[in-house]
């Protein structure tokens, strides 16, 4: 009888290792475009994991931040070489920017053509998507990529939070490889008690202190934290200029509204204020330039995040490092209660009047009376922004999503990757000027019938632009006219049900259908807006 031969387990794969690891830390769900370098990584897809297509590859990156932001946890993005990392980097600087965990594959050629530069290679594609990833690499050897994959979703998920990016050739998906086991990073952390008693002594003493809330209070999830240390100081609160997200109810009557990104009406906003708590918030955040002092004389500044980058760059001012929670609990357990007099609510706009074709305001007010508290509202509107603060409050952490950096074509493919997260309809606000950069994404939201509905704006032109020509002298602007624009159309030929809407009289009948559609899935309506001559930041 011939001797039993041992089984063996057939030998593990760079394929295999980095699967299984996608499994253990939730992504499953890949967003991509592909191409001929990513193909040994994409053949015999498994049927647990989904595949989400965006027509180019900056949907697929705002697609998958928008992911993350609804389920909390990084998401996977496969992109094609070099020319498709190139057309992913706007929606890479916003990830960067607005803190969102995207953990980014991209194909390379094989390591026999590299010496060659070959087509589709780049030659030092590490050094590509720099410095607006957190972490950047092509692993020397095959074997080393599923570790490498490991250590690019721990830096990801790292306060502060971003994208990350690894460069795989295309031949290191068949390569030998040991499994990589996750492993756990508890990234919360707190400053010295010193820090926070020296904060605490001077917010008990102060007559007027002032909360400034940025995009880290709603990416560190310590809304509740901030509220009550708000109503325990008694002090004004205001959101950061140009935020990606919000922080703080916007009903709650201490709330006093959107500093904007103008130097004078910033410090003008925070005159009188002797202390200002700049919580997870870039302060001087500005889009024009602007003369006189950052703030108004006597007022001293603290500033709380995770980022020793942001604080080693803020001008003014005491910085003290912390993640957010863990800090602002510690902060308020030290206060005592305040005794000093709240400031005034933040007042209230009128009404818009219907007009025909109707008003931005018009359609924002209808929009504030329809939405369902538990929406998350989505906006890229830039002609329309400082209306929508106005007219829709935000009252819930995670309600509300923006661009915090301002590379447009973020706003329609972020919504339909936060509705594929789950949780609910999403509402998106989007001009026209800014759908036409990703209007692809429409085609993903029908394919995938994420529940989103997709507002357009429709002025006619880049106004946004217009207003801040007309800051600097420039009356008329070349490039910024557009019309012809058929969006019900265009959104039809992606399967995606669609109305128009030309008067105030079928606007709130429009919008209650979009909102709660009989099939389910992707509707988009597009408005015709009055044109107006938007102001540039309260001109």
Known sequence: MAPLIPLTPPPTTVRDAVLDLCRRTGMTTVFGNPGSTELRML?????????????????AV??????ALGTGRAALVNLH?????????????????????????????????????????????????????????????????PAALAEAHRVAMTHPRGPVFLSVPEDDWDAPAEPVAPRSVHGSFTATPDALAELATRLDGCARPALVVGPGVDDEGALDEVVALAERTRAGVWISPMSGRSGFPETHPLFQGFLPPVREQLAD????????????????????????????????????????????????????????????ETLTSMLKPATRTAPPPRPQVSRAVP????SAAYVLDALAELLPPERVLVEEAPSHREALHARVPVRRAGA?????????????????????????????????????????????????????????????????????????????????????????ALAASF????????????????????????????????????GERGAAYGE
């Not at 705002?62 to 992911?67: L, P, R, S, T």
Request: net charge neutral; aromatic share 8%.
């Open 81 to 145: 070489s070099a020319g498709g990392v190139g057309h992913s980097l706007g929606a890479v600087f916003n990830a960067y920017r607005d803190r969102v965990p995207v953990v980014i594959v991209a194909g390379q050629q094989s390591r026999a053509l590299l010496p060659l530069h070959p087509f589709l290679g780049a030659d030092e594609p590490a050094e590509f998507p720099r410095p607006y990833v957190k972490w950047s690499r092509q692993p020397a050897r095959a074997e080393d990529v």
């Open 269 to 328: 906003r925070l005159a009188g204020c002797d202390v200002v708590v700049a919580l997870g918030a870039p302060l001087f955040t500005y889009h024009v330039s602007g003369t006189g002092p950052l703030l108004g004389d006597g007022c001293a500044l603290f500033h709380l995040d995770c980022d020793p980058a942001q604080a080693a760059w803020l001008p003014v001012g005491t910085s003290i490092l912390t993640t957010l929670r863990a800090g602002v």
């Open 43 to 59: 053949r015999d897809w498994p049927a647990d994991f989904r595949y989400v297509l965006g027509l180019q590859e900056s949907v």
């Open 400 to 488: 509300f999503l923006t661009t915090g950096s301002g590379a447009l074509g973020w706003g329609l493919p972020l919504a339909v990757g936060r509705a594929l997260a789950g949780g609910g309809r999403v509402v998106c606000v989007v001009g026209d000027g800014s759908a036409m950069y990703s209007v692809q994404a429409i085609w993903s939201a029908v394919r995938h019938r994420a529940p989103v509905t997709f507002v357009v704006l429709d002025n006619g032109g880049y106004e946004a632009v217009k207003a801040l020509g007309r800051r600097l002298g420039a009356d008329a602007v070349p490039g910024t006219d557009l019309g012809g624009i058929d969006f019900a």
């Open 355 to 358: 007009t025909d074709p109707p």
């Open 495 to 530: 399967g995606c049900a669609a109305t128009e809407v030309d008067s105030p009289e079928l606007l709130r009948p429009e919008l209650v259908r979009a909102l709660e559609p009989a099939g389910g899935g992707p509707v988009l309506v597009r408005v015709r807006v009055r």
């Open 62 to 67: 705002a697609m998958a931040a928008g992911h």
